[in-house]
């Protein structure tokens, strides 16, 4: 089972930055935090990971508490084209261990 | 770099016949692993391929079963269609045990009528 809880669905502006939170309470301490995202009809996407510090790559930043039960991904300037579910995932990074999908938060970024 | 391509796009196949879905892995990654999404839901991991063996398993019936070959490219097999059989079947390749994050192909839209 997913061991994340994360909102239904989010609304964000063009422009404005989206926080996406995401609950997982029962991390382990060798447990990363992984965001996907699925744009309709396509594959999905890897966005980042994170284990306990907060990272940032080009598409997005992490943003981890510090007793690591919530997470926020953070898309600072949304476009149209960022509309799409976003899934929040933990797992150990080790291959051999399968992704567990939750059901995710659609995001939909209005003009 | 090319990325994970899946063969065919789209099927449509009558419930009992057997189907062959097919997966290239992006380069250099070696590791295949197939996922079933249902209409509305997230994808559920169905197995996993590592160097050619069959790596972890999800809660999926032996009626689906998978090859990975020495190219790393991958087929999922299933015997016996259902109905509820009918979704998007993804592959996602990555490198090794140690990884930043699978590459997806875009999916093949399986239809049992």
């Known amino acids: 089972d997913a061991k994340t809880t994360q909102p239904t669905s989010m609304d964000c502006a063009e422009g404005r930055a989206a926080n996406l939170p995401c609950n997982h309470s029962?991390?382990?301490?060798?447990?990363?935090v992984y965001w996907y995202r699925q744009i309709h009809s396509q594959g999905p996407q890897y966005i980042i990971h994170?284990?306990?510090n907060n990272e940032t790559n080009e598409m997005a930043s992490l943003i981890i508490t510090e007793d690591r039960k919530s997470s926020t991904l953070i898309l600072p300037h949304a476009t149209l084209r960022d509309t799409a579910v976003y899934y929040c995932i933990v797992r150990v990074d080790r291959g051999s261990e399968k992704l567990v999908f939750g059901k995710g938060t659609k995001l939909t970024v209005n003009p | 770099e090319t990325g994970v391509t899946q063969s065919p796009t789209h099927l449509i196949k009558t419930r009992g016949q057997q189907v062959t879905l097919r997966c290239s892995s992006q380069s250099g990654h070696n590791t295949v692993s197939w996922y079933q999404q249902a209409l509305g839901q997230g994808p559920q991991f169905i197995f996993q391929y590592y160097r050619e063996e069959e790596n972890g398993r999800g809660n999926f019936p032996p009626r689906f079963s998978g090859l990975q070959f020495p190219n790393y490219s991958s087929e999922l097999n299933v015997n016996a269609l259902e109905l509820d059989d009918s979704a998007l079947y993804l592959c996602?390749?990555?490198?090794?045990?140690?990884?930043?994050?699978?590459?997806f192909g875009s999916g093949t839209r399986l239809t049992v009528v």
């Open positions: 994170g284990l306990k």
């Open positions: 996602a390749s990555s490198l090794g045990q140690f990884l930043s994050g699978y590459t």
């Open positions: 029962t991390i382990s301490g060798n447990e990363y």
